[in-house]
Every structure is written in structure tokens, then in C-alpha cells.
């Protein structure tokens, strides 16, 4: 149960788009199609952004997408907003009713 | 609308115990599986546990190595975490958190009860 792996910071202007990559192994993110990705502004509990590698939860912007390729999984987040500007961490199940979370990306919107 | 408010939390010294609870209401607890969740003071969400709906089966992560215990009480609605030989590095933010049915996921969290563990 090794944490996945994400860029510990991205950063982009207003209106542009970011992708956070989150890289697993084939006992995980490769074995199955259940990433999801969380936000989390400081001092907030996480809120699903993204689910099953790439649905969105009803209420979430269509600017936030989900991919998967492979052992890595990737959010984009286009039209980049100040709102956007949090830590976001995908997790994937990992079999046996286990689960494994990413180290946590901070976003930075200048 | 779905509320989880964990309590229990506290500071606690070194190899001593600690029991969490998760009050949930705004959804039928007992037709979903539940996990926790914690986050050490400026790290990352680390998965800690999770129980089925009827609380017959439970996993946990490697590194609590038959430290801690999940259950729940469908009757009350309410969700337990006990916290047995702590150490420092188990010192974070425990999360209550509900599973998203079939997605294998979380969709709702609580606000979480901090866990300090210090002499």
C-alpha cells in the first residue's frame, strides 16, 4: 500500500488550464477504473471533484475532467478559476477493500 | 442533507487508547459501508479503514497492523473507531467518511476530530 504519486505543487493563470498526474502501479490505478479526486481548500474536508477515473458528481464544473492511461491517472482543470486554488488528491482502489490516496497536489493560481 | 460529526478526539499519551465516534444522519446509515480517513497536521489524506453496511466485514490499512478497530451500531447511527497502542505518528485529523455506493469511493466527509498523541 505505497501512496500514489503526485506533483507536490502546479500553478497556472486565470483562464488557463493545469493536469495533475497521479501515477500508481499495475496493483491499483492499472487494475481498476476507480480514481477519484478530491479538492480541498485549508482547513475543509476534501469534496469529490471527479469519480470512476473520469465522471463527475452533479454539481462539479464540466471544467474539471478525468483521465486515465495505463498506471497514471490525470485531472485537468480547465479555464483555471481563483476559487480552484486548494490541494487535490486522487485515490484508487487497490482490491481487498482496500484503498490508496496520492501524496496531495497544491494548486496555485497566480 | 448527509451530516457526519465525529467526536472523540483528544489528546492522549503515548501507547494509551482512544475511541472515536461519526454521528451520521440525512441518509439510511445502515445501507451504506463507511470508512476513515486521517490526515496528520500538513501532510496528506492517508485511508485508514473501511466496514460494510452491516459491519460483518472490515479492512484496514498495513500500517495499523492490528492497532485499531472499526464497528458501527446501525441502530444509532453511528460509526466507531477505537485507537489502540498509539504513537506519535498517528497524531492527525480523523475523518468519518461515507462510501459511495458501487463506485468504490468516498462521496461525503465529515469535519474530522483531531488526535494528538504526545507525553
Known amino acids: 500500500q505505497s501512496a500514489l504519486t503526485q506533483p507536490p505543487s502546479v500553478s497556472g493563470s486565470p483562464g488557463q488550464s493545469v493536469t495533475i498526474s497521479c501515477t500508481g502501479t499495475s496493483s491499483d490505478v492499472g487494475s481498476y477504473n476507480r480514481v477519484s479526486w478530491y479538492q480541498q481548500p485549508p482547513g475543509t474536508a476534501p469534496k469529490l471533484m471527479i469519480y470512476?477515473?473520469?465522471d463527475r458528481p452533479s454539481g462539479v464544473p464540466d471544467r474539471f475532467s478525468g483521465s486515465k492511461s495505463g498506471n497514471t491517472a490525470s485531472l485537468t482543470i480547465s479555464g483555471l478559476q481563483a476559487e480552484d486554488e486548494a490541494d487535490y488528491y486522487c485515490i484508487s482502489y487497490s482490491g481487498s477493500y482496500t484503498w490508496v490516496f496520492g501524496g496531495g497536489t497544491k494548486l496555485t493560481v497566480l | 442533507q448527509v451530516q457526519l460529526v465525529e467526536s472523540g478526539g483528544g489528546v492522549v499519551q503515548p501507547g494509551r487508547s482512544l475511541r472515536l465516534s461519526c454521528a451520521a444522519s440525512g441518509f439510511t446509515f445502515s445501507s451504506h459501508a463507511m470508512h476513515w480517513v486521517r490526515q496528520a497536521p500538513g501532510k496528506g489524506l492517508e485511508w485508514v479503514t473501511f466496514t460494510t453496511p452491516d459491519g460483518n466485514t472490515q479492512s484496514y490499512a498495513d500500517f495499523v497492523k492490528g492497532r485499531f478497530t472499526t464497528s458501527r451500531d446501525n441502530s444509532k447511527n453511528t460509526l466507531y473507531l477505537q485507537l489502540n497502542s498509539l504513537g506519535p505518528d498517528d497524531t492527525a485529523v480523523y475523518f468519518c467518511?461515507?462510501?459511495?455506493?458501487?463506485?468504490?469511493?468516498?462521496?461525503?466527509w465529515g469535519q474530522g476530530t483531531l488526535v494528538t498523541v504526545s507525553s
Open positions: 467518511a461515507r462510501d459511495f455506493t458501487a463506485k468504490y469511493t468516498v462521496d461525503y
Open positions: 470512476d477515473v473520469s
